[in-house]
């Protein structure tokens, strides 16, 4: 039935009316109710051309042209995950206060350093991090946030025969003062590696000294940006890396893909269009002989977009609606398809 219809629900309402007939059972006739309609539900029905149609692996709710339009798309696109690409989760601390720190805490555990070996021990380990709310389309607004960064696994590997805490105590003892305020709950805390000032056991920490491009996990706004090496995230967000970055995300926070993403999620409530199942399965025009043309010039555009200065919007969107149009071009649309998918 859709959003907002009944002030106190919560999330989505869906209401089947069924009547007992002979009927095509692949075709169901269906409607999104706004609110101003809800009292007119015979004549909305009667309007609407939405229905539901099923196959053997999933339903879909929609108009024939959208759905020929889905379909389209799909046959022409290559999924995410089979792309030169792996896709990873943010890291988890599980528990921010400790491991999370502003830049000025980090100046003044740089400051408290013994000496000049230490200092460079201690800032290898604080690597900048972003959070799901500074990610923004195909830039991101660093908060000045830092993670400590010392993996499961690291104090073993380089303690010797020391015993582990007074290994690690005369390795950072500056960065030990501040860790330890925080001792009791990071030993209660899931996610922690053999040692409480560890991190959680990973096996990709690598990754986040890679180019990559990350987007948020939970958001009604599909959005995707592009971050240089030695950038962290938190698991509010995913990230991808591999080969063809720059196309890929051209073609993820295009119009068309945006579309796809919408009328294919199932969602609750506010929705959560970042989910890895939709992204991972998102269809991307492969790259080959005959498209090469167009996909040098998005690429042309995205490196545009990733020079513009202070980040200016108006501009960004400038390059973005040129992208657009080639990436219809790469689908092959034409002007009642694109028209569709822009309502």
């Known amino acids: 039935m859709g959003p907002d219809v009944f002030d106190t629900a919560t999330v989505d309402t869906c209401i089947l009316i069924l009547k007992k007939q002979k009927s095509n059972f692949d075709k169901f006739k269906a409607v999104t109710i706004k609110k101003e309609e809800k009292n007119d539900l015979f004549n909305v029905f009667e309007e609407k051309d939405t229905y539901i149609k099923i196959t053997s692996s999933a339903w879909f709710v929609g108009s024939d042209l959208e759905y020929r339009l889905k379909e389209k798309i799909e046959k022409i696109g290559k999924p995410l995950k089979d792309w030169d690409v792996k896709i990873y989760y943010g890291i988890k601390t599980g528990l921010n206060k400790a491991f999370i720190i502003t830049t000025e805490k980090r100046n003044e555990i740089l400051a408290n350093c013994k000496n000049e070996e230490e200092r460079k021990r201690t800032e290898a380990i604080i690597k900048p991090i972003l959070r799901g709310r500074d990610i923004k389309r195909y830039y991101y607004e660093w908060a000045g946030l830092w993670v400590i960064v010392i993996p499961a696994g690291w104090t073993n590997k380089n303690r010797g025969k020391e015993k582990p805490d007074v290994f690690i105590e005369k390795t950072f003892p500056s960065l030990m003062k501040h860790l330890k305020q925080f001792e009791k709950k990071a030993k209660e805390r899931d996610d922690q590696g053999d040692y409480w000032w560890e991190l959680r056991h990973c096996d990709y920490y690598e990754e986040f000294e890679k180019e990559k491009v990350v987007w948020n996990r939970i958001t009604e706004n599909i959005i995707f940006s592009y971050l240089p090496s030695g950038l962290y995230i938190l698991d509010s967000t995913f990230m991808f890396t591999g080969n063809n970055l720059k196309y890929l995300l051209a073609l993820l926070n295009s119009k068309l893909c945006g579309w796809w993403t919408k009328i294919s999620a199932a969602t609750l409530g506010e929705g959560n269009y970042g989910a890895k199942i939709y992204i991972e399965n998102t269809p991307l025009a492969p790259i080959n002989k005959n498209n090469q043309k167009i996909v040098n010039e998005i690429e042309f555009f995205i490196n545009k977009i990733l020079s513009v200065e202070n980040n ?19 689908y092959d649309l034409s002007e009642e398809e694109i028209k569709n998918l822009q309502k």
């Open 312 to 330: 200016d919007v108006n501009l960004i969107m400038k390059y973005q609606n040129q992208i657009d149009q080639l990436v219809y071009k790469i």
